[in-house]
């Protein structure tokens, strides 16, 4: 197989709306800037891929956007928001900052890892739940916090976090 047929394969992971949201990012550069949305395109393809990305994924992403693929794993590797393993259907992102912590984080994460069964960077048996640590989420002000999805919970409380997690589908 040559490797114009392989970048072309690779291509086809995309689907039509993965390349016209992409599209949609692209057009907010100038033409010969293109590489710019390729934070966006990394997140609209892990989005549509159950939240995580690989190689072959990162490679139709710098095929698409005209860039080196190591320039793609670059910012794929250094952002904490892209995953590179499967995460659960929720994956709750723990902020365990020095706000968060002073506010009682660790009580938190000491509940989360009980109610779920799973650490740092593991997925529930039951694929629905992942639990991550990050740095900071910025809501310093409510702390403790965490983030599932779009959706930022502040102010936790072991009871607060099981009726959060009590409520998700």
């Given at each position: 197989?040559?490797?114009?047929?392989?970048?072309?394969?690779?291509?086809?992971?995309?689907?039509?709306?993965?390349?016209?949201?992409?599209?949609?990012?692209?057009?907010?550069?100038?033409?010969e800037q293109r590489q710019s949305?390729?934070?966006?395109?990394?997140?609209?393809?892990?989005?549509?891929?159950?939240?995580?990305?690989?190689?072959?994924?990162?490679?139709?992403?710098?095929?698409?956007?005209?860039?080196?693929?190591?320039?793609?794993?670059?910012?794929?590797?250094?952002?904490?928001?892209?995953?590179?393993?499967?995460?659960?259907?929720?994956?709750?992102?723990?902020?365990?900052?020095?706000?968060?912590?002073?506010?009682?984080?660790?009580?938190?994460?000491?509940?989360?890892?009980?109610?779920?069964?799973?650490?740092?960077?593991?997925?529930?048996?039951?694929?629905?739940?992942?639990?991550?640590?990050?740095?900071?989420?910025?809501?310093?002000?409510?702390?403790?916090?965490?983030?599932?999805?779009?959706?930022?919970?502040?102010?936790?409380?072991?009871?607060?976090?099981?009726?959060?997690?009590?409520?998700?589908?």
């Open positions: 197989m040559n490797a114009q047929v392989k970048e072309m394969s690779k291509l086809a992971l995309l689907t039509a709306a993965d390349l016209k949201e992409i599209d949609s990012e692209i057009a907010k550069y100038p033409e949305a390729v934070m966006a395109a990394l997140r609209i393809v892990q989005d549509s891929n159950q939240g995580s990305l690989n190689q072959d994924l990162m490679d139709a992403v710098a095929e698409y956007l005209r860039m080196p693929p190591i320039a793609v794993y670059e910012v794929a590797t250094f952002y904490s928001m892209y995953e590179h393993k499967p995460v659960g259907k929720h994956k709750v992102c723990v902020c365990t900052n020095i706000s968060c912590m002073l506010r009682g984080s660790d009580g938190i994460v000491s509940h989360l890892k009980q109610r779920l069964g799973i650490s740092f960077g593991e997925v529930t048996e039951d694929g629905k739940f992942s639990l991550k640590e990050v740095e900071c989420l910025g809501a310093c002000c409510g702390a403790p916090m965490f983030q599932i999805g779009k959706q930022y919970y502040e102010n936790l409380t072991p009871a607060k976090v099981d009726e959060i997690l009590d409520n998700l589908d």
